[in-house]
Nanobody
Framework: QVQLVESGGGLVQAGGSLLLSCAAS????????MAWYRQAPGNQRELVAL???????DYAQSVRGRFTISRDNAKNTVYLQMNSLKPEETAVYYC???????????????WGQGTQVTVSS
């Protein structure tokens, strides 16, 4: 079993910043891509940012230049630094990791429980 535990969500004023963290634990041989998604009420879950094991990153167009994703492979942890937050970015933010549990198995997606980010206007 693999668990992802997120932290760092909360209430912030528009223009403010938050740092989200997500730590993976359990039966982990390797973690490939790690990512952050978000889902606002009534909307589909959307990809916010992704970081590959080697460090390459990709971002949703709407967050480029304001959000930064990073990871610490030694700690199996991914971070999302969010700056200049906007009220429309209020959502539950979910951590995702593509986990390999043994050399003989394919990767599979693991999800965190989600952390609420609320941006007030």
């Amino acid at each position: 079993q693999v668990q992802l535990v997120e932290s760092g969500g909360g209430l912030v004023q528009a223009g403010g910043s938050l740092l989200l963290s997500c730590a993976a634990s359990g039966n982990i041989f390797r973690i490939n891509d790690m990512a952050w998604y978000r889902q606002a009420p009534g909307n589909q879950r959307e990809l916010v940012a992704l970081v590959a094991k080697g460090g390459n990153t990709d971002y949703a167009q709407s967050v480029r230049g304001r959000f930064t994703i990073s990871r610490d492979n030694a700690k199996n942890t991914v971070y999302l630094q969010m700056n200049s937050l906007k009220p429309e970015e209020t959502a539950v933010y979910y951590c995702n990791a593509q986990v390999v549990t043994s050399p003989f198995r394919n990767e599979y997606p693991c999800w965190g429980q989600g952390t609420q980010v609320t941006v007030s206007s």
